[in-house]
């Protein structure tokens, strides 16, 4: 058995039966445009059904594919609001269109804007809240998160492997020490109870428990 073989299975196991979802898969495919893709997108969506999260704050969000699934637990959940926060206005148009046809327009609040300023600046506090920036802003991403984060919400980074880039001690670019420096942050922060799951390119999962 190897780490592909594992990664194969786990995305085997993900198999879904919506065709807009798998629409989104196939063009992020032929654009090489980044998704967390259904292993992620499914891991997302039980641990908010879980929790009973009915409030997202996407930091990053794309033309929307993991917006959808965040969307979709806070329906099941009965409903409320996940902020779909990007720089570039099409994407948050085409990321508009993918959720109108799934019905999911009702609990997506879209902006246009950078992610960090937007959560300091957005009222309220979340269950969840989902990070897939620029890597470099990782730590700040965190800091901020923590403070924006309810009591006993979710904390989600992606690319935590960072295509295995982690764990070259010659890789010192900003990207790679942004991830680096985001985890031990997290991992020595006592307000949190925090794991790693290694699904894709890997995803830390923390809960802000004081």
């Known amino acids: 058995m190897d780490w592909q073989q594992v990664q194969d299975y786990l995305m085997q196991l993900s198999q879904h039966d919506n065709p807009v979802l798998a629409e989104m898969e196939d063009l992020a495919y032929r654009t090489h445009f980044p998704i967390i893709d259904r292993a992620v997108g499914k891991c997302c969506y039980l641990l908010c059904r879980m929790a009973k999260v009915r409030s997202v704050f996407e930091m990053g969000s794309g033309f929307g594919y993991s917006t959808a699934w965040f969307a979709m637990a806070v329906r099941d959940n009965g409903g409320g609001i996940v902020h779909h926060v990007v ?53 700040k991403a965190v800091e901020v998160a923590k403070t924006k984060l309810a009591q006993n919400g979710i904390l989600i980074l992606d ?14 670019e900003p990207p790679t020490e942004g991830i680096r420096k985001a985890t031990a942050m997290i991992f020595s922060d006592q307000d949190f109870v925090a794991t790693f799951l290694p699904i894709r390119d890997g995803i830390v999962v923390a809960m802000k428990v004081r």
């Open 87 to 139: 720089w570039d206005k099409n994407l948050s148009e085409q990321a508009k269109e993918y959720l109108k046809r799934m019905g999911l327009t009702d609990y997506v609040h879209f902006t246009v804007g950078e992610a960090i300023e937007t959560l300091q600046n957005t009222q309220g506090n979340f269950g969840c809240i989902f990070v897939d920036i620029e890597k470099q802003d990782y730590p």
């Open 159 to 172: 690319n935590m492997l960072w295509h295995g880039h982690i764990f070259d001690d010659k890789n010192h």
